[in-house]
């Protein structure tokens, strides 16, 4: 539980006065990453036992997945019967990014359910769009959420969302002045500190073209599809026929673009799936489930540096969720010209 250790140590911290971006934890030397914000709603990890805390997370998010999974099927319009919620946690657990997330101690499960939640409730419910802003305010990149709230002219909401995402950013300055200067002067942009963006841990498109090209750098060769994906999948989300497609368009084309997206930010992955059964395409969905399930990625050699070496047959293999994502983004562009 890497990451779990990492928010302990970042909770530590805050509340011993340390240095919040100067630390490595455990055996990979993980730094922190998320904004000052993040690192205050990670003290009370200090507050328990290892053991404790371990197992709390554990339990949280098997929690979440259930929650993910009702917040899914209200996302697509399916019915959240008991048995079915129990039954599709149960696959849920299974899918690699769902896994990874809960063997990594990751907030992956907390943040799709705060986002999921808020974007599902009414229209002219009472402060939606605060739950997304807060999302935003813990890792960023829910900040494209907001982009589509605007594309989709709901802009009471993104006002609401955005200012939420200030009022974190406030926060975490009161409490640590020093490191949110840090944060939002020089860490943010340094994202190597991330992790490296050429091994198959990163399925985005950048990963995906670091690793056919074998370049761990490839620059404009990942820029300019990234940008070109950027524009094509908010366009597909600003012109979907419901809002469980907008809401899909705009965390694939998040997920592709972002620099970095490891195997466990797909979580996505399960109300993708709600929407495949919303809609009667089981072959879809049958096919989608196998590839999260595959855990292809794991399989082609991926120690030191082979993740640059790998052959051309197994580039699928090694890159199937950016894959599948270009997939589903390609297929949705004719009806959506036909719609236009």
Known sequence: MADALVYRAEGAAVAGGGDLYGFTVTQWRLPATYPPF????????????LGVMKALFVAGNIALTAQLVRLSCRLAGLPARGALVCAA?????WLEPVFQTVVFGQINLALICLVLWDLTRPPGAIGKGFALGVAVGIKLTPAVFVVYLLLTRRVREAVTAAGA????VLLGALVLPAASVEFWTRRLYETGRVGKAWIVDNQSLQG???????????????LLPALAVAAAGLWLAHRAPTQAHGVLAAAGTALLTSPISWSHHWVWCVPLLALLVAEGRRWWAAGVTGVFAA????????AGELDLHVPWWQQPLASPYPLLALALLATAMPSARRRR
């Open 89 to 93: 946690t149960a696959l849920a657990l």
């Open 208 to 222: 995906l073209v670091a690793r056919v090209l074998g370049d761990p750098a490839p620059g404009l060769a990942w």
């Open 295 to 302: 855990r292809s990625l794991w399989l082609v050699p991926h």
């Open 165 to 168: 995402f200030v009022g974190t």
């Open 38 to 49: 993040a690192a205050v709603l990670f003290v009370p990890t200090t507050w328990l036992p």
